[in-house]
């Protein structure tokens, strides 16, 4: 026994596609803009001086030291 489906079924199935569309497409871009903008301050607040020395003038900071990696062999 099958079911036919009714023009009000179609109609409301285009409805909720579309909707669903549009939710998906509108958190998509929130989530994307909330990402750059982490981003973009992360960039902002990393100091600009790539060296391994401490910056001048700043008290109590340390210059990161460089990360050593050792091969594994198997």
Do not use: H, Y
Not at 10 to 17: D, E, P, T
Not at 20 to 38: G, H, I, K, Y
Not at 45 to 58: E, F, Y
């Amino acid at each position: 026994m099958g079911t036919s489906l009714t023009p009000e079924f179609w109609r409301q199935f285009a409805v909720l596609l579309v909707t669903a569309m549009a939710v998906t497409f509108v958190l998509s871009a929130a989530l994307d803009a909330l990402v750059l903008r982490a981003q973009q301050r992360r960039a902002a607040r990393r100091p600009s001086d790539t060296g391994t020395s401490a910056p001048t003038g700043m008290t109590g900071t340390t210059a990161r030291r460089p990360v050593v990696r050792t091969p594994v062999k198997n």
